[in-house]
Antibody, heavy 123, light 113 residues
Framework: QVLLVQSGADVKKPGASVSVSCKAS????????MHWARQAPGQRLEWMGW????????GYSQKFQGRITITRDTSANIVYMELSSLRSEDTAVYYC????????????????WGQGTLVTVSS | DIVMTQSPDSLAVSLGERATINCKSS????????????LAWYQQKPRQPPKLLIY???TRESGVPDRFSGSGSGTGFTLTISSLQAEDVAVYYC?????????FGGGTKVEIK
């Protein structure tokens, strides 16, 4: 079955960077784009960006532009999300999620989601 | 950005009764060229990631029980659970994929009365 497995929880100091990985299995990796979203305590889900796993092209939410980088390793079926200049407000559970429709021209709905990775930003 | 507003924030429904969740978008998410509404619904249980229930506003994902249904068009949408079961206790989110940035509603918590 389609499975997305994310890296484990992490604690970072303000100003640092964090990298979260997402390993995909159960389907052809390059046939579906991958998204990243986050859920801060008490906040709604927030879309961060996505990557065309075929050619590596990315699209980011303006909110995170300049701080986020999404990359992929097609040999290992892994997508990475790096967020820099961390602040306390970045404390959240970060999710990767597959773009289910499989059309790279625009984003669609997410299915499935990874299990989530808690990133805590604290001095 | 398209703002998604859900109501109510929470609701308590008796087992076997109907639960209705509303979602409004700040602008239409209907594309006339495809005749589709670019809206999805997700269910999130405690300590789990969201799970896709509905896409294209009314298409049920494979394996989702038929007591879940989606309706609406343009800027107003509804998720209905026709006969609430204990396993349906969760937070439900709507999401628009009409335009970037993709945005989610604030969530509706469904509990048993």
């Amino acid at each position: 079955q389609v499975l997305l497995v994310q890296s484990g929880a992490d604690v970072k100091k303000p100003g640092a960077s964090v990298s979260v990985s997402c390993k995909a299995s159960g389907y052809t990796f390059t046939n579906h784009a991958m998204h990243w979203a986050r859920q801060a305590p008490g906040q709604r889900l927030e879309w961060m960006g996505w990557i065309n796993t075929g050619n590596g092209k990315t699209g980011y939410s303006q909110k995170f532009q300049g701080r986020i980088t999404i990359t992929r390793d097609t040999s290992a079926n892994i997508v990475y999300m790096e967020l820099s200049s961390l602040r306390s407000e970045d404390t959240a559970v970060y999710y990767c999620a597959r773009d289910d429709f499989g059309d790279y021209t625009r984003p669609y709905w997410f299915d499935p989601w990874g299990q989530g990775t808690l990133v805590t930003v604290s001095s | 950005d398209i703002v998604m507003t859900q109501s109510p924030d929470s609701l308590a429904v008796s087992l076997g009764e109907r639960a209705t969740i509303n979602c409004k978008s700040s602008q239409s998410v209907f594309y006339s060229s495809t005749n589709k509404n670019y809206l999805a619904w997700y269910q999130q249980k405690p300590r789990q990631p969201p799970k896709l229930l509905i896409y294209w506003a009314s298409t049920r994902e494979s394996g989702v029980p038929d007591r879940f249904s989606g309706s609406g068009s343009g800027t107003g949408f509804t998720l209905t659970i026709s006969s609430l079961q204990a396993e349906d206790v969760a937070v439900y989110y709507c999401q628009q994929y009409y335009s970037s940035p993709l945005t989610f509603g604030g969530g509706t918590k469904v509990e048993i009365k």
